[in-house]
């Protein structure tokens, strides 16, 4: 592969073959896509290495149905009952019942060839006033999946917090309350003397950023929380917990692989317009820098968006050093490319992002540029800081509009983005990244978020009315490009 990539070897890379499909998104674009059924990738499994883990990635509130098992209610129970939070008026208290369905979406998993399974935590099963007194149904659940998943030869890979906080701790202030340290080292106390000893990888957060951001900034997420207020100390105790989180794992389960993980986005500016270019910082100090860089020992990202200096409001004596963690891994979670530019409104940012569909690129359903050339650069971007050992690509995936005919799901444009994405990975390993794997998002459909059930990210397909599962024809390229030796 050539070293340097154009922006014509990125088309070429997304559209290498002749059958190429055009087919309209729902936003009225045309696309352009490789019809990879018909042709295979310019690589196979084994460019990646023998020890390359294959995964996919669920999170508890997402598909596990949360009205069964005795768990407490937490912020996204509330929210999603709240009218007018989510756009579809759906909630996920019975979502793709991954409680009772586990088995069958783990068979699914191995039948798709993969070998490692990454799922969440709910805090409030297990402990459902979110500290206190433990729901023994909700403890058990979790060593029924573990234990079902080494059955079947896949590795659990557990993250501690995907954004469900306890409702009962929302109540005494969620992530605004320092105590929240507290309470959140003392979760991660049980989980992992619970399960430490049959499970090795773990993940502390996911994306801190959405739940300070959407949750406590934008109020777009659960708990629906906003202004710069909230959103500051929120910001520094996801920090602070971040690496608490750490360092109790690593007390209580030996030779742990302990990584925590983050939303990222490469940004571009929209010109090359030194304010433009300014903004497209500013926006990469909050998307990519906010949380990693305390982590590693740098700080807040203050330089670039000075407005964070008010986070010192929320410090005590030696933050600093209690903000470090040493990762055995950084999880890299991406979708997609941003575009910025300078704008006076929002105050504090002073930057706003240019929507995909206004710059005639190719986008998933929900606006997002799909781009695997930005996908390359946020993970060189990640791969560059010095104290950053590991990378695992914790979530990557698309979704598109799926229509299930007679039991089957043709889904070209998502294969050819993993294709395509899978291609910018190898091409940024190849040249030196450190990346021990790759979870799919998602292995089923799922409940997302704000945005309800309609958008679907999974490799099987969830028939809501019936929660049938069906394999896509995604699902299909997975297990035959794992099945590969060679
Ligand atoms: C996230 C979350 C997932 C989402 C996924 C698709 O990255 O936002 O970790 O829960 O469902 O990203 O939007």
Known sequence: MPSTYSRRDWLRLSLSSAAALKLADLTGNVLLWKSSLFSSPGFNKADFGTHFVWGTA???????????????????????????????????????????????????????????????IAWARLLPKGTGEINREGIDFYHRVIDTCLSKGITPWITLF????????EDKGGFTNREVV??????????????????????????????????????????????????????????????????????????ANIGTTFSCTYVDPVDDQPKNVRAARRVDAVM??????????????VDDLPALRHLKKYFQP?????????????????YFRTVARKSLFPPFLWAKEIPANQRGVPVNEMNGEVSPEGF???????????????????????CFPDKLENGQVHDPQRTAYFEAYLGALLKAMQEGAKIDGYFVWSLTDNFEWNDGFRPRFGLIYVDYPTLNRYMKDSGKWFRDFLKQNH
């Open 182 to 255: 507290k309470w959140f080292s003392d979760y991660v106390d049980l989980c992992t003397k619970e399960y430490g000893d049959k499970v090795k990888n773990w993940m502390v957060l996911n994306e801190p950023l959405a739940v300070a951001g959407a949750g406590y900034m934008l109020g777009e997420f659960a708990p629906g929380r906003k202004g710069i207020k909230n959103f500051l100390p929120a910001v520094h105790h996801l920090t602070l917990c971040q690496a608490e989180g750490g360092r109790v794992i690593r007390r209580n389960v030996p030779q």
């Open 318 to 334: 030696g933050d600093e050093e209690k903000m470090i963690f040493d990762f055995d891994f950084i999880g890299v979670q991406n």
């Open 162 to 169: 995907h954004w469900d906080l306890p409702q009962a701790l």
């Open 58 to 120: 669920c999170a508890a509130y997402q598909v596990e149905g949360a009205k069964y098992g005795g768990k407490g209610k937490d912020v996204w129970d509330t929210f999603t009952h709240t009218p007018g939070k989510i756009k579809t008026g759906e909630n996920g208290d019975v979502a793709c019942d991954f409680y009772h369905r586990y088995a069958e979406d783990l068979e699914l998993l191995r039948q798709m060839n993969f070998k490692a399974f990454r799922f969440s």
């Open 376 to 398: 390359y650069k946020i993970i060189k971007q990640f791969a560059a800081y010095k104290g950053v050992k590991r990378i695992v690509i914790t979530e990557n995936g698309a």
């Open 288 to 301: 990519n820098r906010l949380f990693i860089e305390p982590a590693l020992g740098m700080g807040y990202p």
